[in-house]
């Protein structure tokens, strides 16, 4: 195992490019989801060997809903299987999103609180039907949160910490709506390869990019 002189507390995880990578196999748009489920799990032994605190994974969006129907049942199909998985490891789980929604996949309602598995190794966050502005405004829906109120205390996320390092496969390089809050200071990498195309390297070449930057915080 390579070693790193320092390394994130918490890494983000954008896993994209699944669509791309399933039509350039000569797959239907839909597949390419399933297999991004092994992706995870693997960077899940990574991150463990190396001693990370937390991790939180991009599931889907509200904005994804907007997609096909069966490309909607495909992501969250493969996010009711990834966290079932990673629910089978040694994790801290929870899974953070619009539970009022009809897309929010009843399977991982019990997965909103945050529940340990096995010996709770690292937290793990789901972000599934996740969207920015409904996570900025679930204070607001809450019963005694006044305007006068801590906002960061009183979001829907409020249990994920900061990020240190965001990770995002599939070339594109922008945030999509990831925890405005926690992303706040957190350095971007951007890997070329498709998620299911990820292998250990992938990972190691974004941590020792990490190793080069100035962490300030704004100070």
């Known amino acids: 195992m390579k070693k790193f002189k320092r390394l994130p507390q918490h890494i983000g995880i954008i896993p994209d490019g699944n669509r791309r990578w399933a039509q350039n196999k000569g797959l239907e748009k839909k597949d390419g989801y399933a297999f991004g489920i092994q992706p995870g799990l693997a960077l899940y032994d990574v991150c463990i060997e190396l001693g990370i605190k937390e991790m939180t994974f991009y599931g889907f969006t509200v904005d994804n809903t907007k997609r096909p129907a069966e490309q909607i049942q495909a992501f969250q199909q493969a996010c009711v299987d990834a966290v079932e998985s990673l629910a089978k490891k040694d994790a ?9 929604s009809t897309l929010f996949p009843t399977a991982l309602l019990p997965y909103t609180t945050r529940t340990r598995f096995g010996k709770g190794l690292i937290k793990i966050n789901f972000l599934v039907n996740y969207g920015w502005n409904w996570d900025l405004n679930y204070s607001r829906k809450k019963s005694g949160v006044h305007g006068d109120d801590d906002l960061v205390k009183n979001i829907a996320s409020a249990e994920i910490s900061r990020m240190d390092l965001i990770v995002r496969w599939g070339g594109k ?3 999509s709506g990831f925890l405005p809050i926690q992303s706040i200071y957190a350095d971007f990498y951007v890997a070329d390869e498709m998620w299911p195309d990820y292998n250990q390297a992938q990972m190691y070449r974004a941590l020792t990019w990490y190793q080069n930057q100035d962490i300030t915080l704004g100070g």
Do not use: S
């Not at 801290?92 to 009022?100: F, I, R, W």
């Open 92 to 100: 801290d789980l929870l899974v953070v999103g619009n539970t009022q």
């Open 173 to 175: 390089r922008r945030l």
